[in-house]
């Protein structure tokens, strides 16, 4: 079967929206869409549902297997379908055999004739699909630029932690319509509770959950991903993210009882080197002390020793001094900013990020959602 390059997008578009349907469930895998087109125009498309659990071109395989053994077709034609079949998928297919079994084996076990690929693996332990199909006999085929942009951008954060060896860094935050973050020294709910849903699920998305001492003592929040749609929720209910606090002088030491440490989800504390007698009362693996250079954390270093412990993403939840740090250095990738039509006053209120710093901010807002009356603006951060 001929593909012209309309059809071609017409069938990634497809598979980008069905592999975004895994986000939240195959973190840290990247999202992956597979669609098997056979000779007479029959279509069978699956996606990577859930961490653990078969890849999208084996759910694709089997799910083809079935709907021929339904209509009673004999295995020689059935072989036979496979071999005229072309298959898409977003990301090369899986070379090695991880917790699943290598994808490219099934591919050349089933003697499926073509593959199209959006995207190159860049995670080294399964690269190297695309010629192990080659030398198996299997026609390969690369999407044009575009296309490949696209399925980049859809696992972003899976690119960039292989990529540049450090998480992925975004700052979420919900500000007032007069630019606020909250009342000072006061837990402030500013965004609506569809809002909050989102950022729970958000939570799902991301390795871990990062914000300051000062807000982890003022709001005591327990950053886990609980108000996200109860049924799927479930499916990924011991998927909460890890929590990362920024706490220069580990001023939580004595504050055992906020909910970050309280139930079984991983907090860990940022705090300056050589505080050994206050650590001696903590465990040590929640506890981590890092150099600080005028007042202020150098977040490469810290970047460093969260991606040796495997964390890919990082969400920088506030409050505004802590995500302000992460942009003065230039290391948030992404944001995501809510704007909810309250107006907190300019009376013991807490800006956003001071106005002169904002100034100097490039930025580029790709998407905007809506959530109630509340917005999202979300986008890129442009260094
Ligand atoms: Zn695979």
């Not at 980049?152 to 990529?163: D, P, S, T, V």
């Not at 080197?273 to 005028?294: C, D, E, H, I, T």
């Not at 020793?305 to 250095?329: D, H, M, W, Y």
């Amino acid at each position: 079967m001929q593909f012209p390059r309309e059809k071609i997008e017409k069938i990634f578009d497809e598979i980008f929206a069905l592999a975004e349907r895994g986000a939240g469930f195959i973190e840290p895998n990247p999202k992956v869409g597979a669609i098997l087109i056979f000779e007479n125009g029959e279509k069978i498309a699956a996606f990577h549902e859930k961490f653990g659990e078969p890849h999208a071109e084996i759910l694709a395989i089997e799910k083809a297997e079935k709907f021929f053994m339904k209509k009673k077709l004999p295995p020689e034609k059935i072989a036979a379908k496979f071999r005229d079949a072309t298959l898409f998928v977003n990301l090369e297919p899986c070379a090695h055999r991880g917790k699943t079994p290598s994808c490219a084996r099934k591919i050349i076990e089933k003697k499926i004739g073509k593959v199209f690929i959006a995207a190159r693996d860049v995670n080294l332990k399964a690269a190297g699909g695309a010629e192990i199909l080659r030398e198996n006999g299997v026609a390969v085929f690369f999407a044009d630029a575009e296309i490949k942009k696209r399925a980049r951008k859809l696992n972003e954060i899976f690119y960039f932690f292989h990529e540049q060896k450090m998480p992925f860094c975004a700052i979420k935050m919900a500000l007032s319509l007069d630019g606020k973050i909250s009342k000072k020294n006061k837990r402030t709910q500013i965004s609506n509770s569809q809002s909050q849903k989102f950022s729970h699920f958000l939570r799902l998305v991301f390795d871990a959950i990062l914000i300051g001492a000062h807000t982890a003592k003022i709001d005591d929040p327990n950053l886990s991903a609980r108000n996200f749609a109860e049924k799927k929720f479930e499916k990924s209910a011991n998927k909460n993210p890890h929590r990362i606090i920024f706490d220069g002088n580990f001023s939580l030491k004595n504050l055992t009882n906020l909910q970050i440490f309280r139930d079984e989800n991983f907090t860990i504390c940022v705090s300056k080197k050589n505080l050994k007698s206050a650590r001696s009362k903590f465990p040590s693996q929640n506890v981590a002390g890092f150099s600080v250079k005028n007042g202020e954390f150098q977040i490469a270093e810290i970047l460093q020793f969260f991606a040796e412990k495997k964390i890919n993403s990082i969400l920088v939840e506030g409050g505004a001094r802590t995500a302000e740090i992460f942009v003065r250095q230039k290391i948030a990738q992404k944001f995501y900013f809510f704007i909810a039509p309250k107006n907190l006053g300019e009376k013991n209120s807490v800006d956003f990020f001071a106005p002169n710093f904002l100034n100097s901010l490039n930025f580029k807002i790709e998407k905007t959602q809506f959530f109630g009356g509340d917005a999202l603006f979300s986008g890129d951060f442009l260094w």
